[in-house]
Structures are given as C-alpha cells and as structure tokens.
C-alpha cells in the first residue's frame, strides 16, 4: 500500500509520479518493440529492393540496433525531462515538448551514421565521410535521409511520451485514489473513536450517580457496586480499544450494568437475558447494546415509581443478527427526541455496515423497543486490543 508519509513518498517517486523501475520498464519495453520492428521493417524492405538494384538504401538488422541502443539513453533523458516539465501552463509546456521530441528525433540519423562508422560498414562510412567533409546542410542527399529519419522518429517519440504519460496520469491517480481510502478509513476510526469515548462519560456518570445514591444509607452497599463498577470500567476500558467483540462479552457487559441498576432499584427493575445457550457466536460493534439498555433503564423509570422491566433478545434468520431492547414505561409518557445513545449507535452503525445495518426505536403499547439488524460476523474482524491497566479493587 502506498504510504502518507511525504518523506517516504518522495523517496519512492522518480518522475512524474512514477518509480523509477516503473519509468525504465515502460520506456525499455517500448524501445524494443520500436527497435524490432524497425528492424524487421528494413529487413524485410532490404531484401525486396535487393532483386532490383544493389544500392544498399536500407542499414543492416546490426546497425540498426546499435543505432537503437546510442538513442535509448537520449530516450530515457527526453522522457524524464518530459515528465518533470508535465504540460501546464501549456503556453510554455507544449514548446519545450516539442523541442524535446524535435531534438531527439534530429539526432537519430547520425546515431546511424555512427552505428554504421563503428561497425565498419564502407559505403557508410564513405557517406559519412562525405557528409563531414563540408557542411552536410548543404548536401542533398545528406538532408533527405535526416528528414525521413526524422519524420519517422518524431511520432514514434510522440507514441512513447503518450504512452509514458498515459501511465504516470493512472499512478497518479491510483495512488490518490489509495491515499483518500486511507484518509476514509483514518477518519472512520477516528469518528468511532470519538463516539466511543462520548459513551465511555455517559456510562460512568451514571454508574456514579447510581452509586451516590446508596452511600448514605447503604454503605456496605455502595462499596460492593464500586468493587463491581471497577470490573465494568475495566472491560469498558477492554471494549473502547476495539471495533468488535464477541456478543456475549457484549451481553456479559450489559449483565454487570444492570446488575448495578438493580442494586439501585431493586423493588422496581425486573431483568430478563437470554441463557448462554441461546446466544449466537457472531461478533457484534463494542458497546453497541450500552446505550440502548442505559436508555431502557433511565427513561423507562422516569415520570413514575412503577415496576419496570428490560428484556433483551438475540436471534438469528438468514445470516442476520437481530438484537432487541424492550423495556415497559408509563402509558401516557411522550414520545421525545432520540437521545445521545440513540444517536451514537445509528452513527456507528453507519459507519462500521456503511448502509447494511439499521437501527428502530419506537413505543408501542406502554413499551418502548429499540430494535437493530445487522449482518451476522461469525470471525473477528479487528485486531486484539492492548491490554488495559488494572485497576484496584476497592
């Protein structure tokens, strides 16, 4: 994957966005396959003029390809000074584009004169000995073979700088389309960590709350739901590092929550949990259930000193996990706004199921039902989390 970090990025980079085992690849691959049919060209157009005249007009396969190897290191120059000039603003990009690929293609014709020289071929290296010998501008034959050799390297120039183009444009922009779907996910888990941590406050100032209530006429009382509460905040503190966990850890957490609920209101809160047996061994979102089960408990006793009860339920149909929040409250309370709870967990569920998860709140009949439906996750799909420091039991 390719890494956010400039310093890297910059060190990987060559030109125009592209490596430079990219930049030698695509430029070494189309070099050849200019150089073999050129050669196979002329090949081919050597042996049909051979029946009608010996004049050599066509260079051997050899000195063609060594005419090849002089031009790739000029290629290589051409296309990276290309790249670094890219083609904006175009008013003074498109003219040094156009010297670059105007200046290799002049050089070509005397690489073959070299190639030619070097290898020893005589008539070559008579005609190059006679283009020398005076001003070759001025020699006919000279400028006609420079110009076809330079009506035919400028497009294949043309061609290769396309084609280069083509791929350092496709890197760049794969290579953005990589760095947004990091910047998503970084932002996605930065967003479930803020919702996290609004949670995590909610959670123990309530339990505090619940607590106070029983240290002034209950002390022996409220120092058992401390020892308790330090168990819940240390698996609170286990559940906030990770994006899932097991469903019944989450049910084991919400056990522990109500329990110190029920010490608090005893004659009033009725619990009802499925049996381990009955829980399904998928992985669910970390403290999905907590806020629905706070809310359950909260206003479902507000407004009235009645009994209440909290029902959960965990059922599985067709590979989806239903989770359910029932709790009874006062007939004719009114139906409000969703609360922070509410709202945290349709957030998260939007953010971990991207529109495969749901989440139903409403009242009916004197109860109150909030209701998710998500895709079953048989396997862990987070890392284990870090130890969290213990904490002393009062």
């Known amino acids: 994957m390719i890494g956010l970090g400039t310093a890297e990025t910059s060190t990987r980079r060559f030109a125009g966005g592209l ?10 691959l189309f070099w050849i396959y200019v150089a073999l049919s050129n050669i196979l060209y ?5 042996l049909g003029m051979s029946r009608s005249t010996n004049v050599m007009l066509f260079a051997a396969w050899d000195a063609r390809l ?29 003219p040094m584009q156009l010297i670059l690929g105007a200046a290799f293609a002049a050089i070509a014709y005397p690489a073959m004169l070299i190639s030619q020289m070097t290898l020893g071929r005589e008539e070559w290296h008579e005609m190059a000995l006679t283009h020398t010998s005076s001003a070759p501008w001025l020699d006919p034959s000279f400028l006609s073979l420079w110009l076809a050799s330079f009506v035919s390297f400028l497009p294949t120039y043309g061609f290769g700088l396309a084609l280069i183009t083509g791929l350092a444009l496709y890197t760049r922009f794969r290579n953005s389309e990589l760095r947004l779907a990091a910047l998503e996910r970084e932002w996605s888990a930065a967003r479930l960590t803020a919702l996290r941590m609004q949670l995590s406050p909610h959670t123990l100032f309530n339990l505090l709350h619940t607590i106070r209530g029983h240290i002034e006429w209950d002390p022996k009382g ?21 994006d899932f966990s097991k469903l019944s850890d989450e049910l084991q957490f919400v056990r522990l929550y109500l329990e110190l609920q029920q010490r608090r209101f005893a ?19 970390s403290l999905i259930l907590q806020p629905l089960v706070e809310n ?56 971990q199921f991207e529109g495969r998860a749901f989440l139903t709140a409403e ?16 396997h862990s799909p987070a890392r284990e989390p870090r130890p969290a420091p213990a904490l002393a039991d009062a």
């Open 267 to 285: 004659d009033r809160l009725s619990v009802d949990l499925p049996a381990a047996a009955e829980i399904p061994a998928v992985w669910v979102p």
């Open 222 to 242: 409220a120092q058992s739901m401390v020892v308790q509460l330090a168990d819940l905040l240390r698996r609170l503190l286990n559940a906030g590092e990770r």
């Open 363 to 378: 009242g009916i009949d004197g109860q109150w039902r909030s209701e998710i439906a998500m895709p079953a996750i048989h």
């Open 42 to 46: 002329a090949y081919s157009m050597r």
């Open 296 to 351: 359950a408990v909260v206003h479902g006793m507000a407004g009235h000193q009645g009994r209440v009860s909290v029902r959960i339920t965990a059922r599985m149909s067709l590979d989806v996990l239903t989770l359910s929040v029932l709790n009874t409250m006062r007939p004719d309370k009114p139906m409000g706004e969703d609360g922070i709870g509410i709202y945290n967990v349709r957030e998260r569920l939007a953010v």
């Open 66 to 94: 060594l005419q090849h190897l002089l031009l790739l290191p000029i290629l290589l120059v051409s296309f990276w000074g290309s790249l670094r000039i890219q083609w904006r603003p175009l008013l003074i990009a498109l």
């Open 19 to 28: 490596s430079l085992r990219q930049f030698l690849g695509i430029a070494g």
